[in-house]
C-alpha cells in the first residue's frame, strides 16, 4: 500500500557487485525500525514489521515488484513521530557471504539515498551511525523559555452549564444557582425593657402606663384627633382642603373638551362631512375605471406621451355623425369612413398647422376618388420616377419622360407631315420610342 499523500518518506538505493569479476551479487536486504511500531500524529495508521528485498540482476536493490528499483521508507526524523528518534535497522545477506547488520538514520539525507554510504563497513568510520546505547542519565535543566502566548478563553458558567445539558436562557441559568428557601432560624435575643422614651434600644414594656396595651400609645392618638391639642390638618400632611377634590370632578366632568381630545382629534383625523365627500368621490373614481376596463366609458379627450396599443380590436373615431375607423376584423386591414367624403391630407407645420395639402378626396355616396396636386409613379419610394401626371401645370409623362404640356400634331395627312408630327409628340410624351427611318 503506498504511503499517504504529505507523509516524508525517501527513495533508498543499494547496488552490491562481486569484488571478484565485478559481477552482480545476489541477496536479501531486510529493512525495519528498531522500535516495534511507530506512530505519527496526525495519520490513523501504526506502522510495524519489516520488508524483505531482493537484488535483481543487476545487483540493484528493488521492491516487492520485482521491478521497481530500490526501496521507499519512512523519514525516521519525521516530526510527531511517537517514539522519537528510532533507527532504521539493515540487514544485507549475499549469498556466499555472513550475514551483515547495522543501523542508519535518513537525518539529513536528500530524497534519495544510496544505502552504501550508510553501510558499517569499517566501525571506525566517523560517518557510521552507531547502535544506540541505554538512556543516560537525565541533563542539567535549561534555561525557562519564553512565556508562551494566552491561551483561548475558556467556556463561561453560563456555557459550561448549557453543555452539561441544561436549556434555557442567561436568566434561567442564574435563578438555578439559587436554591431552596431554608427552614426559619431561631429568634434572636430581645432588647431589654424599660419605660417609653428611656432609649431607641430599649423596648417598652407592656404594663408602661402610658398605654392601655403594649402596641396603642392612646393619649398620642387622643392630641392627634380632631378637637385634640395637636389636630392633624390636610394642609400638614399635603392633602386638599375638605371639597377641592369635589369641586374639580364636577368641573371637569361638565367640561366641553377637559383633555383637549377634541381638538386634538381635529388635527389629525377627517371629520364625518369630510370622509362622506371624500367616499363619494372613490365611488365615482371606481366606477369610471370599471367603465374603462368594460369599454363603456366616454372620454372627453385623451392625451397619449408615448406609445399606444390596441389588441384584438379596431380603433374608431366619429361623433355618431361621421367617423373613420382602422379595422383589423375583416381578410385584410381596412382604413373605412363614414357619414362624409374622406380626404387625405398632410400638414407642411409640426402640430397639424401650417398650410395642409388635400391630395386624395374619396367620395361618400359614389364609388369615385379624387386627386389633387403632382402625382409621380416610381419603382421605390424616393427611387427614379417612371411616370408623371401633373394636373396643377396640365403635364404628362411616361417612361422616364419629363412631364410636357398638350402636344399639337401639325401637318399634312396626305404628305405625311402630320404623321411624323404625330410620332414626335407622342415620343415627348413617353407613349412610344419612335426608332422610325425617312
Known sequence: MPFPEGLPTKLVHLTVNNPAGGTAATGTVRLSPNVPAVVIDGTPTQWTGSGTYRLNSQGQLVDTDGTTVGVRLLDNTVAGSNPQGWLWHAL???????PHAFYFTLAGTPAEVDLAELMQVDPDVPRYVAVPGPEGPAGT???????GADGQNGASAYQVWLAAGNTGSVSDFLASLTGPTGPQGPAGPQPPLGTAGAGDDVALRSTDPSTTNARTPTAHAASHASGGSDPVTPAAIGADPAGTATAAVTTHTTADDPHGYKTWADAKFATLSTVSALNTYVDDTVNRIAAVEDGTAWLSGLNID???????????VHDNVKGYRFRRGGSAL????????LIVSNWSGTGFNGTQYAFDRYASNALAAQHAGLREFVSSLYGTVVHTIDPNGNRLGFHGKPPVTQQAVTGSRSDGTALANLLAALDTLGFIDDQSTA
Open 306 to 316: 408615448g406609445n399606444a396599443q390596441i389588441a384584438n380590436g379596431d380603433l374608431a
Open 334 to 341: 381596412d382604413l373605412e369612413a363614414t357619414g362624409a367624403d
Open 141 to 147: 535543566p535549561g534555561p525557562a523559555g519564553a512565556a
Open 92 to 98: 544485507v545477506a549475499i549469498d556466499g557471504q555472513p
